[in-house]
């Protein structure tokens, strides 16, 4: 009889363990799914300290500001002739970029 209430037991603490991971699973999946479908691509630029340049692109960041991909538009050099005139003109292209890749993304809900 001991045996029989024994293997019930386990049986029954088994069940529990898998629909809590399954219930924590799925919660996680869900939230990671909202995350990627909340993500916009936006323009982004940045400096690498010792590099010599700027970097120009479109980053495709979340709600929760994780950078989930990029695309480099322009790398421009810190010593270039006229290097306001190609940051604007990289920043315009990076613009252009995220509006068309935005059109392929879901609209926002909310």
Do not use: C, K
């Not at 495709?60 to 790398?75: F, K, S």
């Amino acid at each position: 009889m001991r045996i029989i209430a024994s293997v019930v037991v386990f049986v029954v603490v088994v069940t529990a363990v898998l629909l809590v991971s399954t219930v924590v699973t799925a919660n996680v999946r869900r939230r990671r799914h909202a995350l990627e479908m909340s993500a916009r691509w936006a323009v982004r630029h940045y400096a690498i300290p010792g590099r010599g340049h700027t970097v120009v692109g479109v980053a495709l960041t979340d709600a929760e500001g994780r950078v989930r991909g990029e695309h480099v538009v322009a790398r421009i050099p810190d010593d270039a002739q006229d290097w306001q005139r190609d940051f604007v003109a990289a920043r315009q292209e990076a613009e252009e970029r995220a509006f068309h890749l935005n059109i392929d993304r879901p609209p926002i809900e909310g």
